[in-house]
């Protein structure tokens, strides 16, 4: 059963080098969760989550940088994603969190733990390796601006439907809460080996793997699972958003693992 928890979350910011991190903070009396979406997302992505987990967990979701309401940063390298969430913590006085992490979110995730192992009580994983090889080219062929939301809508193409919460209007017209070139210079900063991340941790670890992902194989989730002490996997019937594609699943599957800790 659904929490009372407010469908509009309380919308905050925190500095950093100059740059303005936006967030979501959902509230609540319980146990604070940081959420780091994936590439194109943004920290609404969410919502439905932070109203499953209810009053035992506070979901912090993080527009990551170049993302959502965030600002635009000099560079999108491992170590500035990572400086972020932990900063994000920091400013709220929060020394020990529950990390759940899509894709990009995920890496961001482990590694954050890996560097800051005082921030990090338990992670969550969605569909991503400890190897990664990713490519976002498609994406340079969407528009910039468009005069319209529908023109901007139909030059998006089949990716529109995944998109639509992306749009915003700009005084040049509309647009995405992102540029496309960013996500591939982030895109190719995550691409590679990072396997001394992802076993540098021993908090207790949930790997979530979409059954049909083309992203993370289910032999490399396996293996993940095998290496890394404190690791458990579950597949669900998904492809790579799972939290998207089975909500209730998802939120079931994450409300175990973080009612057993």
Known sequence: ????????????????????????????????????????????????????????????????????YSDRPADFSRTGYVEDAASVLKDLGIDGAAVLGHSLGGVN?????????????????????????????????WPYRAPTRVELLEGLGPSASYLKGAV???PDGWGLAFDPKDMNDSQRHLNGDHWDDWLASDCPALLIRGSRSTVLSATHAK????????????????????????????AAAVKGFLGSL
């Open 223 to 250: 293996d993940m699972a095998a290496r890394r002490r404190h690791a458990q996997l579950v597949e669900l019937p998904a492809g790579h958003t799972v939290h998207e594609t089975v909500p209730s699943e998802f």
């Open 1 to 68: 059963m659904m929490s009372t928890i407010p469908t509009e979350p309380r919308r905050a910011a925190t500095m950093v080098a100059g740059r303005r991190l936006s967030f979501l903070d959902f509230g609540g009396p319980g146990r604070p969760l940081l959420a780091l979406h994936g590439h194109f997302g943004e920290g609404r992505t969410f919502t439905r989550l932070a109203r499953e987990l209810g009053d035992s967990w506070r979901v912090i979701a993080l527009d990551q940088r170049g993302h959502g």
């Open 168 to 170: 915003r209007e700009y």
């Open 109 to 141: 995730a482990y590694q954050l733990a890996a560097r800051y192992p005082g921030l990090v009580d338990a992670l969550v994983v969605e569909d991503i390796g400890a190897e990664v090889s990713g490519d976002l080219s498609f994406s340079l062929a």
